[in-house]
């Protein structure tokens, strides 16, 4: 997907949104990320990432400057922030519903979430917690409140406020 222009911010490509994604989950566990650790994290050379932080600097999606830490800005956490849910949801569609291997899913979530519409990822994703939610999917493999349970299978019912969570925060 080398140089596919994302529709969030036109200069953004897929790498660029695998830099947020990276420096958004590490700084999850500590406020700042490095740049041996965004390394690490991708799996390419730390001069690789040198280049990538400069450009995502000089875009204000993040906070740089040489041997500091990195820290996302308001619109590069946003950015970034968008980007994992969409690798979540996805993930979560290809485990939980395809039941797909979790690293096969893993990969094909990330090389996914660059390029597949936020609303069609929102809906994979509420359709992942109906079925999570449905007695039939265990039962015989049917579709979330369908068949006997129709509008009356509660479990799929009290799936409703989950699902207008989740597609509220798509929506922001």
């Given at each position: 997907?080398?140089?596919?222009?994302?529709?969030?911010?036109?200069?953004l490509t897929?790498?660029?949104?695998?830099?947020?994604?990276?420096?958004?989950n590490?700084c999850?566990?500590?406020?700042?990320?490095r740049?041996?650790d965004?390394?690490e994290s991708l799996?390419?050379?730390?001069s690789?990432?040198?280049?990538a932080?400069?450009?995502?600097g000089q875009?204000?999606?993040?906070n740089y400057?040489?041997?500091?830490?990195?820290?996302?800005t308001p619109?590069?956490?946003?950015v970034a922030?968008d980007v994992a849910?969409?690798?979540?949801?996805?993930?979560?569609?290809?485990?939980n519903?395809l039941?797909?291997?979790?690293?096969?899913?893993e990969?094909?979530?990330?090389?996914?979430?660059?390029?597949?519409?936020?609303?069609?990822?929102?809906?994979?994703?509420?359709f992942?917690?109906?079925?999570r939610?449905?007695?039939?999917l265990?039962d015989d493999?049917g579709?979330?409140g369908?068949?006997?349970?129709?509008?009356?299978?509660?479990?799929c019912?009290?799936?409703?406020?989950a699902?207008?969570?989740?597609?509220q925060?798509?929506?922001?």
């Open positions: 997907m080398r140089g596919f222009i994302m529709t969030k911010t036109p200069q897929a790498q660029m949104e695998d830099y947020l994604e990276a420096i958004f590490l999850r566990y500590d406020s700042t990320a740049s041996r965004i390394a799996g390419v050379h730390k690789t990432v040198t280049a932080l400069k450009s995502l875009m204000n999606l993040i400057a040489p041997y500091e830490a990195v820290t996302l619109a590069g956490k946003s922030r849910r969409r690798h979540a949801a996805l993930k979560d569609f290809f485990v519903v039941k797909v291997d979790e690293k096969l899913a990969g094909a979530a990330c090389g996914m979430e660059h390029s597949v519409p936020r609303e069609i990822v929102s809906k994979l994703a509420s992942a917690i109906q079925m939610g449905c007695p039939r265990e493999g579709a979330a369908s068949g006997e349970h129709g509008k009356e299978c509660v479990s019912l009290d799936q409703e406020a699902l207008e969570s989740l597609q925060a798509f929506e922001k």
